[in-house]
């Protein structure tokens, strides 16, 4: 559900930006009541985690589509939703500074519609009502698949505004919708799937975790070594080696402009704040589309072959490893930083 910049105007994804840089400045002030020496390598880790899992995209049956793990609903059960924010933030920039995954005009709607959704909205609303204390392995799988299925219903419909509200592509909102909704409540309950299986792990090996980030409650000098060896080892795995199982059917929001316009990719303005953002993407994407760069010319269409799969490819496995690597920098920097000034006020 990565938006680009082609479907966003400039005044969209300006107020979207400022919109989500003061949720972001408020999360940071409010992370910082729970957060301690445990907490910032778990929002590390986790990180690194979830940039893998979005490199999987799994095919939905009889559509031709396929989707990916959002992530939002494990980091906010794990983490809480404020530190959870952070995260997912640090995530979906890296995927757009250093693998051209997402616009950088659109950064400011991906991370709203990929972070305060699950967050704000399905976290507390839905999955902390349903999973009660957190005692019950069977609300908790209830709990977290209902909110997923919520959260990403509401960043589909999240897409689909802020792209007719830009008025720059041919998407219109009925046709968009009815395209839209549907296909992400398949990919939800996917997500739901994965979110129940990633805190079911960390369920039975440290329950406090998910008590304690339900009240915003330091974790203390509980001992998460467990839990940070095995997302750790997950995250190196997934985008080392499983991301080369990856569908390579379009993605749900590409899937759904096919249906609408007839183009899986719309072409951004050659000129403005689209031209100047797409040069400085191109300046960072070391690693676009998550493959090495490639000065070959592409072979014709007669000629191109069918492409296959597993994807077993180097390029794909340096991107997994140096993307959740990162990504994992970037989250427990911030999480130094913001603890820092904790400590010294």
Same mark, same amino acid.
């Given at each position: 559900?990565?938006?680009?910049?082609?479907?966003?105007?400039?005044?969209?994804?300006?107020?979207?930006?400022?919109?989500?840089? $003061?949720?972001? /400045?408020?999360? #940071?002030?409010?992370?910082?009541?729970? +957060?301690?020496?445990?907490? %910032?390598? =778990?929002?590390? !880790?986790?990180?690194?985690?979830?940039?893998?899992?979005?490199?999987?995209?799994?095919?939905?049956?009889?559509?031709?589509?396929?989707?990916?793990?959002?992530?939002?609903?494990?980091?906010?059960?794990?983490?809480?939703?404020?530190?959870?924010?952070?995260?997912?933030?640090?995530?979906?920039?890296?995927?757009?500074?250093?693998?051209?995954?997402?616009?950088?005009?659109?950064?400011?709607?991906?991370?709203?519609?990929?972070?305060?959704?699950?967050?704000?909205?399905?976290?507390?609303?839905?999955?902390?009502?349903?999973?009660?204390?957190?005692?019950?392995?069977?609300?908790? $799988?209830?709990? /977290?698949?209902? #909110?997923?299925?919520?959260?990403?219903? +509401?960043?589909?419909?999240? %897409?689909? =505004?802020?792209? !007719?509200?830009?008025?720059?592509?041919?998407?219109?909102?009925?046709?968009?919708?009815?395209?839209?909704?549907?296909?992400?409540?398949?990919?939800?309950?996917?997500?739901g799937l994965v979110t129940t299986a990633v805190i079911s792990f960390v369920w039975k090996a440290r329950p406090?975790?998910?008590?304690?980030?339900?009240?915003?409650?330091?974790?203390?000098?509980?001992?998460?070594?467990?839990?940070?060896?095995?997302?750790?080892?997950?995250?190196?795995?997934?985008?080392?080696?499983?991301?080369?199982?990856?569908?390579?059917?379009?993605?749900?929001?590409?899937?759904?402009?096919?249906?609408?316009?007839?183009?899986?990719?719309?072409?951004?303005?050659?000129?403005?704040?689209?031209?100047?953002?797409?040069?400085?993407?191109?300046?960072?994407?070391?690693?676009?589309?998550?493959?090495?760069?490639?000065?070959?010319?592409?072979?014709?269409?007669?000629?191109?072959?069918?492409?296959?799969?597993?994807?077993?490819?180097?390029?794909?496995?340096?991107?997994?490893?140096?993307?959740?690597?990162?990504?994992?920098?970037?989250?427990?920097?911030?999480?130094?930083?913001?603890?820092?000034?904790?400590?010294?006020?």
């Open positions: 559900m990565h938006m680009a910049d082609a479907l966003l105007s400039p005044a969209v994804g300006g107020v979207m930006w400022a919109t989500t840089a $003061a949720t972001i /400045a408020f999360c #940071a002030r409010k992370t910082q009541r729970d +957060l301690d020496d445990r907490k %910032v390598p =778990l929002m590390g !880790v986790l990180g690194a985690f979830i940039f893998a899992a979005q490199m999987i995209n799994f095919t939905i049956p009889a559509t031709g589509s396929s989707g990916h793990l959002g992530g939002g609903m494990i980091l906010a059960i794990l983490l809480g939703p404020y530190a959870a924010l952070l995260v997912i933030a640090s995530v979906l920039t890296v995927q757009a500074l250093f693998f051209a995954d997402g616009g950088l005009l659109a950064l400011g709607c991906n991370i709203f519609n990929l972070g305060v959704f699950p967050c704000f909205i399905a976290y507390p609303l839905i999955y902390k009502p349903v999973a009660g204390d957190g005692s019950s392995p069977k609300r908790l $799988a209830f709990g /977290a698949t209902l #909110a997923a299925i919520v959260s990403l219903q +509401l960043g589909a419909l999240g %897409v689909v =505004l802020e792209t !007719v509200a830009s008025g720059i592509s041919a998407l219109p909102l009925g046709d968009f919708l009815a395209a839209m909704l549907p296909i992400h409540f398949a990919i939800g309950l996917v997500e406090e975790i998910l008590a304690y980030s339900a009240v915003s409650r330091p974790l203390g000098n509980l001992s998460i070594a467990k839990v940070l060896v095995g997302l750790g080892l997950a995250a190196i795995v997934t985008g080392g080696a499983l991301s080369w199982f990856a569908s390579s059917f379009p993605d749900g929001l590409e899937w759904s402009m096919a249906k609408t316009s007839g183009q899986e990719e719309l072409e951004a303005p050659h000129q403005g704040i689209h031209h100047l953002l797409a040069g400085i993407q191109e300046k960072t994407a070391f690693l676009p589309d998550y493959a090495f760069q490639s000065n070959e010319p592409q072979a014709s269409a007669p000629e191109a072959s069918a492409p296959s799969w597993p994807a077993v490819d180097a390029g794909t496995t340096t991107s997994g490893l140096v993307g959740g690597g990162l990504t994992l920098f970037l989250a427990v920097a911030v999480g130094f930083l913001l603890r820092r000034r904790t400590q010294f006020r």
